[in-house]
Structures are given as structure tokens and as C-alpha cells.
């Protein structure tokens, strides 16, 4: 139901969310669970989640942490596995068995954080993996970019496509894949066009900013996140791709904090936290193009259509009314800088 000031949606998923671990998790998890039904979350630990055990006492954790801090919330945690070198297909086996984990996530080596255990060669060393996962229906989930230091930063998710993804589902054709956190027109042209079961996540912050906002005033770490923002016309095209209607784009919000410490320093981290205010970002990017009437199919139907889920049964409410967001949050013991801290958002989350 639409009107000029409110539009009411299934209640939506988040199918990439950072919830990291400890006295964090239990700081965020509240906000992630207040706005979506589930979300696939990340592996990307210290050390990392790299066994069905790994993953069922992560979900514990996380459930424990909900529990603790917001014990109405209706929230379910979808797990991952982190790929390495040495994930064998036993592996794929138990985790498709477990009925908890939902995907497997490649992170090539040094990609971004703690990604030193990733994958050095995928087909190389994984191919056994990857056609149990075909087999099992069971979706790899890629971040998409090649980690050459001869390769300019803004062109890695590009020349991933042809060095990774092209060679990849040559020879698994029906292998599921997610590419996530699309930031490029050619990754939206590769992933719109493909054959077969691929899909992409786009992250709140790739719809709304280009790589200038990383440099108004001076040099914003907080707006530093990989894959980094980037050109005006890529915004474009992700935008245009998420409120379009393909059915292979939905949400995914990368939200990933860190203390503002650790993003202040003279090799900050990389990662945007908006969990906090996901769905008023994305709101008020589709509503940017008159577009909030495709919000619902991005953010609540396409994502589990490929994950094979149902939709949620339950909604929520946004109205176009101005929500501001903090300066800074106190979370886990430390000073979190959310996304566009200080700055006002049209949308809201209604009450």
C-alpha cells in the first residue's frame, strides 16, 4: 500500500550484513533486527567461519546476543562459510545438510578485512568445491574484485568479471552466484545480461554516493568502505538496476562497523556501518528517481526468490518524513560513526 507520505512493504532481508562478534555483536544486532526478517552473515571473523560447527556456534552466538539485548525481536541469522584453499566438498555436504548455512563466501586473499585466509586460486584450488556446491545447489557468494596491485583499485571489480567470473561459470554453469556489493555499470551489464542462476546485492551507500563524497572537506574515512565508491555514471547504473525490474538485484547492505579509532588512522579500515538506518537510506535513494513503488520487489522479494525462501510474513512502515541520523554511536565499548552521521534522511522508519 502506497501513498504520497508512507509506504508500506513485506518486512525486508538484509542478504549481507557484517555482525562481527563479542560485545559489538551484542551492541549491533539490535538494529539489524529492528528493520529486516533475516540476513546472510558474513564469515569474515577473526578467526574466520570456515566449518558447519563454525557457523552453528556463531548463529548460537548471535541468537544469544538478540536475546540478551531486544528479546521480542522476530530475527533470523542465515549462515555463510568462508572459502579457503582447503574447503573440501564433505564440507559443502554437511552445510547444505545443517539446513542453517546458505552460502559460501569467496573472499580472494587480502581483498578487504580479514581476508588473509581467502582463496588464491579459485579454480586451481577449489574446483572440487565449487561442483559439489553446483550439485547441492548451495550459492557462492563473491566479493568481486581481484587483489593485484598492478590493477587500479577503481577498475578490480571489472577486471574480475573477465579474469574470474567468465572463467568461473564457463565451467559450472549452474553453479547459484551472488555478486556482491555491485558498485560498477560493467558489473551491472555482466550480471543483467549473463545466463544462468546469478544474482547481485547493491549496498545502500553505492545507490546514494559517488567517490566524491569521500573527499568533501577533506578526507572522510568514514565513507571509506570496499569496494570503494565510485564514478557519478556507476551510481547511475546501480541505481537503475536496483528499482528496475531484471529480479536479479536486491538488498544487501555491507553494513560493517568499526571504532572510529580504527577508521581515524593513517591505514583506517574499511566498511560503512548503516544498519542503523538501512531501509531509510534505501528509501530515500529510490525515492531520489520516483522510484519507492520498486522498493518492496528490491528489498523484500527478489533476494529470497533466489535464495529459494519464502517471504516474510510480517511489514513495516516508512514515511517521508526526515530522520536524522547520529553523529556517533556509543557500541560495544567503543565510538561507532554511522554512515552520513549528522546528515538527514527524507525517509523514515514509522513507529
Known amino acids: 500500500m502506497t501513498t504520497t507520505q508512507t509506504l508500506t512493504i ?21 538494529h539489524t533486527a529492528a528493520q529486516f526478517g533475516r540476513a546472510i552473515v558474513m564469515p569474515n571473523l577473526n578467526p574466520p567461519i570456515t566449518t558447519t560447527e563454525h557457523a552453528k556456534a556463531y548463529q548460537a552466538r548471535i541468537l544469544d546476543a538478540l536475546q540478551q539485548t531486544v528479546p521480542a525481536a522476530d530475527f533470523l541469522p542465515l549462515m555463510t562459510l568462508y572459502l579457503t584453499d582447503n574447503t573440501g566438498p564433505d564440507e559443502i555436504y554437511r552445510a547444505k545438510n545443517s539446513g542453517i548455512v546458505h552460502g559460501v563466501k569467496l573472499y580472494p586473499a587480502g581483498a578487504t578485512t580479514n581476508s588473509d585466509a581467502g582463496v588464491t586460486d579459485l579454480l586451481g584450488h577449489c574446483a572440487k568445491t565449487l561442483e ?16 593485484d596491485p598492478a590493477i587500479d583499485l577503481f577498475d578490480r571489480e571489472a577486471v574480475f568479471i573477465d579474469r574470474v567470473m567468465i572463467p568461473l561459470r564457463k565451467q559450472f554453469p549452474a553453479l ?16 543483467t545480461e549473463a545466463e544462468g542462476p546469478i544474482a547481485a546485492t547493491i549496498t545502500a551507500h553505492h545507490l546514494l554516493y559517488n567517490r566524491n563524497a569521500m573527499f568533501v572537506g577533506g578526507l572522510r574515512p568514514h565513507w571509506y568502505c570496499l569496494p570503494v565508491l565510485k564514478r557519478e555514471k556507476h551510481r547511475e ?8 525490474d531484471t529480479g536479479r538485484f536486491f538488498l ?24 542503523l538506518h538501512a531501509m531509510e537510506l534505501y528509501a530515500t535513494a529510490f525515492d531520489s528517481v520516483s522510484r519507492i513503488d520498486r522498493l518492496q520487489a528490491f528489498a523484500s522479494e527478489n533476494g529470497p526468490a533466489f535464495y529459494g525462501l519464502a517471504p516474510n510474513t510480517s511489514t513495516i512502515t516508512l514515511e517521508k518524513q526526515p530522520f536524522t541520523i547520529p553523529g556517533s554511536l556509543q557500541l560495544g565499548g567503543d565510538e561507532v560513526v554511522p554512515l552520513a552521521g549528522g546528515e538527514a534522511l527524507a525517509w523514515s522508519i514509522k513507529a
Open 237 to 244: 547504473a546501480l541505481l537503475g538496476a536496483a528499482t528496475g
Open 252 to 275: 544487501g547492505t555491507d553494513s560493517a562497523p568499526h571504532a572510529r579509532g580504527r577508521k581515524e588512522q593513517d591505514c583506517g579500515c574499511a566498511g560503512c556501518y548503516t544498519a
Open 176 to 191: 547459484k552466484v551472488v555478486f556482491e556489493h555491485l558498485t560498477t555499470s560493467e558489473g551491472v551489464a555482466y550480471v
Open 10 to 30: 513485506t518486512r525486508p532481508d538484509d542478504w549481507h550484513l557484517h555482525l562481527r562478534d563479542g560485545e559489538l555483536l551484542k551492541a549491533i544486532v539490535g
Open 132 to 147: 559439489a556446491m553446483q550439485d547441492e545447489g548451495m550459492p557462492l557468494l563473491v566479493h568481486g574484485e581481484v587483489t
